[in-house]
């Protein structure tokens, strides 16, 4: 055999295995000079180090110094969490740049004992090319000098599949294909979602085979635990436990004053989103109905009047257009948190995301995604977390680290709503005749819990901006939360408002017999629209103002302008709701 093909070898297993020149010297006992020479081509192993040099770079003698264009790179039989290097094995059973063998654990000399499906993975180079196969257990290894394996991949892919028992398995590949569509991050080991042997009692095992830049690998997790991808989708790893769980890639929320101002629709919207829904914020809007809401607490001018659903059921027609229904839990008692906490998980594991509304800082929507420690651990998106996440000084711990850049939990919530039954979702023009619906149904509406509703909470928002008696009677302080609250408010009614009015543009051409009707509706809609969006500009000083400030920037001109404006709003809207009855 030349020379320069032994040297080729030393240094390719060499690299192979991670070695460097200094860490062979050291096992051999030699000077690195020595390999150097060797891998240069400029000397030979010395006889005497020929067995220990096939064993510290696991191959055999005949390998090393026969002239064969088949050579084994690296080889491992086992079931992916026990596994054995064979390489040297295998390259002993080379004849004629031929290796034919029947994979199991006898003819490979492994002393594997589990009952879990077992695969030979290797890498072998023929000529100058390096190449990768795989191998399930049982099956017959032929290779030759022609053969072509696989070439790796930038990122994992899968390319073998089974789930079950050494004894009972089946090839699931078929599921892994049908899963695509869904792009999940993380396959969870069940007979759910794979079939399992009905004589099978015990554990049935997931286990891949994926190719990624670095070659062939194997993984392997027992049901009731995960194979999910590392963040860059490189690699695979066993999740070991369902102590947690993270849905991926949930979007996150843009804080108040930066658009999607309802903070349900927008925690609706991120979790269809994640969940492979279609949509945008406005559809969920208008399909809801949110986008026609307006509720109003008099005479405390409350904060929670802009909350999507304080006074009225949006949730419900909002699931249902696309298919879903919701479950409410409201209030649980603590004596009945652990069986809430315990459906929460069980819907989290199914990449379902909750929500729930006062997560972080106030009482406003978010969608919980992740849990650890069993679910004492909770994460979420609110539209709270741009400022923490953003922080100079916010630093991850072991606590709250997780791959996603969710956010920790900090308020066990009030109201929880989760996807329920799911249905065949309704056709657009079903969806807009019951939006139009819910629009004349919550307008119409007056009194609920304190707060106005509609077109009377219109009037009573105008009417309490034309008290001048209470402005003046009024310390600072209170004056300062009332325009805080009128700032907060007219945002909402502003955002709900624009996207009522890109909803009906869109949806308009779905009622072809009421075109003149649908016209009107969102002719007055736009004024409304933009009658909001000058009393937003109105009301924006740039900066927080305290009690003094307020007093002096919120002027009763600026009040009068404001309740004409709303008086006009009213009238529009109430204009709207005599052609949208017609359509319905």
């Not at 927008?266 to 914020?281: D, E, F, I, P, R």
């Not at 600072?476 to 805080?484: G, I, K, N, T, V």
């Not at 890109?502 to 004024?527: G, Q, R, W």
């Amino acid at each position: 055999m030349e020379m320069s093909s032994i040297s080729k070898k030393i240094c390719t297993l060499r690299k192979e295995l991670g070695l460097t020149q200094e860490n062979l010297a050291e096992i051999l006992g030699i000077s690195p000079q020595a390999v150097s020479k060797w891998e240069n081509g400029h000397a030979l192993p010395e006889t005497a180090l020929l067995p220990g040099l096939a064993r510290a770079l696991d191959t055999s003698i005949d390998s090393l110094l026969l002239d064969s264009k088949l050579q084994i790179l690296s080889a491992f039989y086992g079931d992916g969490i026990e596994s054995f290097s064979v390489a040297n094995r295998l390259n002993r059973l080379i004849a004629n740049d031929t290796l034919v063998v029947t994979v199991n654990s006898q003819s490979l000399a492994c002393p594997v004992r589990n009952s879990r499906p077992k695969f030979l993975i290797m890498k072998y180079r023929i000529g100058q090319d390096n190449y990768f196969d795989y191998v399930e257990d049982g099956k017959q290894l032929s290779l030759d000098q022609y053969s072509k394996g696989y070439a790796n991949t930038e990122k994992a892919k899968i390319i073998a599949a089974t789930y079950g028992t050494e004894y009972a398995k089946y090839d699931v590949m078929n599921k892994i294909e049908h899963y695509k569509v869904f792009n999940w991050n993380e396959y969870r080991a069940d007979h759910e979602k794979f079939p399992s042997d009905p004589m099978n009692d015990g554990k049935d095992y997931l286990t891949f085979v994926y190719l990624n830049k670095a070659g062939i690998h194997m993984v392997t997790c027992e049901e009731g635990e995960s194979i999910a991808y590392a963040a860059n989708k490189t690699e695979l790893h066993r999740k070991q436990a369902i102590h947690e769980h993270f849905i991926p890639d949930v979007p996150e929320l843009p804080e108040f004053g930066k658009g999607m101002e309802c903070s349900w629709a927008a925690a609706l919207t991120a979790a269809l989103t994640v969940m492979g829904v279609q949509t945008s914020y406005e559809h969920v809007m208008g399909v809801s109905g949110a986008c026609y809401r307006l509720a109003f607490c008099s005479p405390m001018w409350d904060f929670s009047s802009a909350d999507g659903l304080v006074a009225y059921d949006y949730a419900t027609p909002g699931y249902m257009a696309f298919g879903y229904a919701p479950k409410f839990s409201d209030r649980v008692d603590k004596e009945n948190r652990a069986d809430e906490r315990r459906y929460m998980l069980e819907q989290i594991r199914c990449n379902m995301p909750v929500l729930g509304i006062n997560l972080r800082v106030s009482a406003e929507w978010g969608v919980i995604c992740g849990y650890r420690n069993n679910g004492a651990d909770l994460f979420c998106r609110t539209k709270y977390d741009s400022e923490t996440l953003s922080a100079p000084d916010f630093q991850w711990n072991e606590k709250t680290y997780n791959p996603h850049n969710y956010l920790l939990v900090d308020n066990w919530p009030f109201i929880i709503a989760y996807f329920d039954s799911e249905t065949m979702p309704p056709s657009a023009r079903d969806n807009l005749l019951n939006s139009l619906r819910v629009f004349s149904d919550c307008t119409k509406q007056k009194n609920n819990r304190c707060y106005m509703m509609g077109l009377q909470a219109y009037d009573v928002w105008k009417t309490d901006l034309l008290d001048e008696e209470w402005y003046q009677a009024s310390d600072d302080e209170q004056l300062a939360r009332r325009f805080s609250v009128n700032q907060f408010c007219t945002l909402a009614l502003f955002d709900a408002r624009k996207a009522a009015y890109a909803y009906l543009i869109d949806s308009k051409e779905l009622v072809p017999d009421k075109k003149d009707e649908m016209n009107h509706i969102i002719t007055m809609f736009k004024s409304v629209y933009e009658n909001a969006g000058q009393i937003h500009k109105m009301l924006d000083s740039g900066k927080v103002l305290n009690g003094a400030e307020a007093r002096c920037f919120w002027t009763k001109q600026m009040r009068e302008k404001q309740a004409e404006l709303l008086f006009d709003m009213a009238a529009a809207e109430r204009s709207a709701l005599e052609a949208a009855q017609k359509i319905t």
